[in-house]
Nanobody, 116 residues
Framework: QVQLVESGGGLVQPGGSLRLSCAASGFTFSSYLMSWYRQAPGKEREFVAYITQTGGFTNYADSVKGRFTISRDNAKNTVYLQMSSLKPGDTAVYYC?????????WGQGTQVTVSS
């Protein structure tokens, strides 16, 4: 079955960096677009970034453009989110997402807290 496991979250000061990872299994990873979403307390889950199957195209939410970079390693079945110049507004649970056979799959999420 499809499994997504996020890791790499934590507490970081404003202006700092973190790299999130999402290890995928249960499907042919290299055949699917992969996305990151986030959900802040009291808010709806929102799109952060996606990357196409070979990594040739990426897209970002305006709020993270220029600060976050999504990448993937198809040999390791892993997608990454490099986050830099972090702001308190980036505080959220970050989720990895894939749509397989019209069904959305999510990981358990990893908490990112940006605070001094």
């Amino acid at each position: 079955q499809v499994q997504l496991v996020e890791s790499g979250g934590g507490l970081v000061q404003p202006g700092g960096s973190l790299r999130l990872s999402c290890a995928a299994s249960g499907f042919t990873f290299s055949s699917y677009l992969m996305s990151w979403y986030r959900q802040a307390p009291g808010k709806e889950r929102e799109f952060v970034a996606y990357i196409t199957q070979t990594g040739g195209f990426t897209n970002y939410a305006d709020s993270v453009k220029g600060r976050f970079t999504i990448s993937r390693d198809n040999a390791k079945n892993t997608v990454y989110l490099q986050m830099s110049s972090l702001k308190p507004g980036d505080t959220a649970v970050y989720y990895c997402n894939v749509k397989v056979s019209l069904e959305n799959y999510w990981g358990q999420g990893t908490q990112v807290t940006v605070s001094s």
